[in-house]
């Protein structure tokens, strides 16, 4: 991850020590929005009474994905090969994108977690080995919610 996140994170994670929640908004808001989905403080407060902290690899992840360093993509999102696609563009060459788009559909859905994902992911995996782009996939459950961490490594 970059040296921004890493700031980032540890600048959060001391005003949350400090219990400075409101100041966590005023400087996040974009990304608390993005990620967390809070789109007022009042939301933001809420959210961290119930929470109570933010863990740091979670964070980091919000972090990364609003900086567009990976793609996060919720667990109920359904079909998402066209944002998986899309997000892909530019960060990879164009003939393995190409490879890429005839391949089957990805689909996300949390109740069907007995491999479904990681065999859907599996031929975009080799493709992009192939062009020397590692894929990589985890499931991190964040907040009740449920995520899916898609990050793309480039060489």
């Known amino acids: 991850m970059s040296a921004q996140v890493d700031q980032d994170v540890k600048n959060i994670q001391e005003l949350l020590s400090k219990e400075e929640h409101r100041a966590i908004y005023d400087q996040y808001a974009p990304m608390l929005q993005d990620m967390l989905f809070v789109q007022t403080s009042e939301e933001w407060l809420d959210f961290i009474q119930q929470e109570g902290t933010l863990e740091e690899k979670p964070l980091r ?10 793609l996060l993509l919720g667990c109920y999102e359904g079909e998402v090969t066209q944002k998986v696609l899309g997000w892909l563009k530019g960060r990879i060459p164009d003939e393995l994108l190409e490879k890429l788009s005839g391949l089957p559909p990805i689909v996300i859905d ?7 994902l990681e065999n859907q992911i599996a031929p975009y995996q080799k493709i992009l080995s192939q062009g020397g782009v590692p894929l990589h996939i985890e499931f991190e459950d964040i907040y009740c919610v449920g995520a899916y961490f898609l990050s793309i490594e480039t060489p």
């Open 110 to 116: 949390v109740d069907e977690m007995n491999g479904t």
């Open 61 to 70: 992840l919000y972090l990364s994905a609003w900086q567009g360093l990976c």
